[in-house]
């Protein structure tokens, strides 16, 4: 999954303007991302791809980067 | 795609000033896409916005962010300008009590209070029994009456409570069965008790989660939960917003009136032309059952003040056959107020229809299996809803229909009741008036009665609705609510009567209303007289005030005086009372004329009308 195509899911959950370059943006400097948006994202990559992701894990996320990677090493599993 | 229209003007900031575009652009949207247009529709100030504002207080005892996309999206789709203020998490005791919460910075229309289970179990210790359940809901129960008792005596705008569904992972730690009955059964009488806060109170609406799940469900996502505190997946929530959108619309009058039906393959299977009136599909089989619960439902919510109507490309003629003479059909042509089948365009038959029912055009609704036929009507007429069915699914039909609210509101008069039959006996009545030789002869024929009474407690709330919704014949245009008009009727001076009428084709019901008091020298005033425009100019009126003028002097009083307050509407009973006899004799100011009727010599009996007489005087 490019990026791109990551980020365009992750407004469409949110409904925040992003791009690319925020995928390395901490979560602490996105403004008006919670972890509701979190789990929303998660969720959504999950029945997109028709993946499963170990969410409990995630939640020590940092930034969109470290989610985006994990849904390219499930997809690629 | 209408979504990316949303995102599209979002990205450049221009949703603002293109909110117009917005109810078209939601109309298609799944539930998703409505979420996904919430959430941009969100970051809207509806400062910025002109139209209609609706704001909502939404508070909770869970985490609520995921209801502001959908609600803002529901209350945007019926066209409002939406204004979704979030409580804080599980601040909903302190915030219902405390009219000065930072959640009412802006008093709401609406403050929505979600309640959920977890917050009666997490309360509990560890082990707890179905016991100490029962317990904890009968405190939690006081605590929401106290709420609600508190809201009311701060708040003008409505307030939504919603039943919450008993999840099955609490219910199944229980292991005995009879214990988890006794749970069931205090969870229920909880939930009553929520329920009948709807009854007892006025503008008290609990929306009941149960039905909601069962189509929308599952109840919760239990990594949302666990997580974030959320306790209802979007799906559920999805479904509440849809349903906190049509309260909306019930409490600013913008309910829908009338189901236009399409016919083939929406009201029945089949094409009429083709298989003929008594080949389509309908009653017997899987496939007719399935038609005939649509059929049914419409009549269902005919029953309670919506209007059915046809819309239909097709051979009048057949149409009417088929409605006569298939004996599989629940419905019948009685069951219309409008019938239109021809080969024009559905936009324009639509418009026909609002005309010939005297209704705005934003009145109905509209189903139909053709996607052509609805694209032309969403494309020309976008405050029509149109409800989509598949043709080759009828078994879904049932459900499309009802998977909007349109009809919701707040409470069914008598006189929503009997809607249809009005409409339907005023068609006869035109078409018996046009065969008619003269206008003498169709009075004559017509067999009008009138009958003046004292409304009782039933009829006090159709007495304050015509002094409400009168504007035509309104003699001063004084208009009452239920508490004024019961004032009138307790006062010894003063006297309301309700003015009945009926003929040959039917009842008309509560039609007028007449509001008389007695001056000091003995002499009595119409403070008001009023009747519908479906009852003039056969000699109502007519009739009503020479009963009062009889009366007048039946009791010795020296004169009946009256009087005419100009409106805007009213213009054409300027000189109702000058042309029955009565003297002017003043001009207040204003445009206002006074009148009085020395009662020496009363009108003759009015030709055509019989009178029914008054039981009080």
Redesign the interface.
């Known amino acids: 999954m490019t990026e791109t195509d990551f980020v365009e899911l992750v407004e469409?959950?949110?409904?925040l303007?992003l791009d690319t370059a925020d995928l390395a943006t901490g979560f602490d400097d996105l403004p008006g991302w919670?972890?509701?948006h979190l789990?929303?994202v998660l969720?959504a990559l999950e029945a997109e791809h028709g993946i499963t992701l170990r969410?409990?894990q995630l939640?020590d996320a940092k930034s969109l980067g470290d989610l985006h990677a994990a849904a390219c090493a499930a997809v690629a599993a | 795609m209408s979504l990316d229209r949303v995102k599209e003007l979002s990205r450049a900031g221009k949703l603002a000033e293109n909110y117009g575009e917005v109810p078209s652009l939601l109309a298609g949207l799944d539930e998703t896409g409505l979420r996904r247009a919430g959430m941009l529709l969100a970051r809207v100030d509806a400062a910025d916005v002109d139209g209609a504002r609706f704001t909502v207080a939404v508070a909770g005892s869970s985490a609520l962010q995921p209801l502001e996309a959908p609600l803002t999206a529901q209350l945007a789709r019926h066209g409002f300008v939406p204004d979704v203020r979030l409580g804080g998490y599980k601040q909903y005791g302190m915030e219902l009590r405390d009219p000065g919460s930072p959640l009412f910075d802006v008093e709401p229309d609406l403050t929505v209070c979600v309640l959920d289970a977890d917050e009666v179990f997490k309360h509990l210790d560890t082990p707890w029994t179905a016991a100490d359940v029962r317990d904890a809901l009968t405190e939690h129960a006081e605590h929401i009456e106290a709420l609600v008792t508190a809201h009311r005596a701060d708040h003008a705008g409505a307030l939504v409570l919603t039943t919450l569904p008993l999840p099955r992972h609490w219910a199944a730690q229980l292991v005995d069965l009879r214990s988890r009955a006794e749970l069931g059964i205090a969870w229920r009488e909880f939930e009553a008790r929520l329920l009948r806060l709807a009854v007892e109170h006025t503008g008290v609406f609990v929306v009941d989660m149960e039905p909601l799940v069962g189509v929308a469900g599952p109840l919760l996502d239990p990594r949302l939960a666990a997580y974030t505190g959320v306790q209802f997946a979007d799906g559920v929530l999805a479904a509440l917003a849809r349903e906190v959108g049509h309260i909306a619309r019930a409490l600013r009058g913008k309910t829908s009136k009338v189901l236009v039906l399409d016919l083939d393959n929406t009201t029945w299977g089949g094409v009429l032309v083709e298989e003929g009136p008594l080949g389509i599909t309908t009653g017997e089989g899987p496939v007719g059952e399935a038609f005939t619960a649509v059929q049914k439902a419409a009549k269902q919510l005919a029953s309670q003040g919506p209007l059915l109507a046809v819309c239909s490309k097709n051979d009048e003629d057949k149409v009417r056959i088929a409605f006569r003479d298939n004996p599989d059909l629940t419905l019948r042509e009685d069951d219309l107020v409008a019938l239109v089948a021809n080969w024009g365009a559905k936009p324009d038959n639509l418009r026909q229809i609002a005309e010939q029912l005297n209704l705005g055009i934003d009145s109905l609704v509209f189903i139909d299996d053709s996607p052509s036929e609805r694209g032309l009507v969403a494309a020309n007429l976008p405050q029509v809803p149109v409800i989509a069915v598949d043709a080759d699914e009828p078994a879904l039909h049932l459900h499309r229909l009802l998977a909007d609210g349109w009809f919701t509101t707040q409470r069914v008069t008598d006189e929503d009741r009997v809607r249809g039959e009005r409409y339907r006996t005023e068609r006869k009545r035109m078409e018996f008036r046009e065969r008619a030789d003269s206008l003498g002869d169709y009075l004559a024929q017509l067999g009008t009665t009138v009958e003046l009474f004292v409304p009782g407690e039933a009829e006090v709330g159709r007495i304050a609705q015509i002094t409400q919704r009168t504007n035509q014949f309104n003699l001063t245009t004084i208009r009452l609510d239920v508490a004024a008009v019961t004032a009138a009727l307790s006062d010894p001076d003063r006297a309301v009567y309700g003015v009945r009428c009926a003929d040959k084709f039917g009842d008309h019901g509560i039609v007028g209303a007449v509001f008389t008091s007695t001056e000091a020298d003995g002499a009595r005033r119409v403070d008001n007289f009023l009747l519908s425009c479906r009852v003039l100019a056969r000699g109502v009126e007519d009739a009503v005030l020479r009963t009062l003028l009889a009366q007048a002097k039946a009791a010795g009083a020296p004169a009946l005086h009256a009087a005419h307050r100009p409106t805007a509407k009213n213009g054409a009973v300027a000189d109702f009372y000058a042309k029955s006899g009565f003297s002017a004799v003043g001009e207040p100011g204003g445009g206002s004329r006074e009148f009085t009727h020395d009662l020496a010599e009363l009108p003759p009996p009015v030709q055509h009308v019989e009178l029914k007489t008054l039981t009080t005087v």
């Open positions: 469409a959950e949110t409904g303007p919670d972890s509701v789990l929303k969720s969410i409990a939640l």
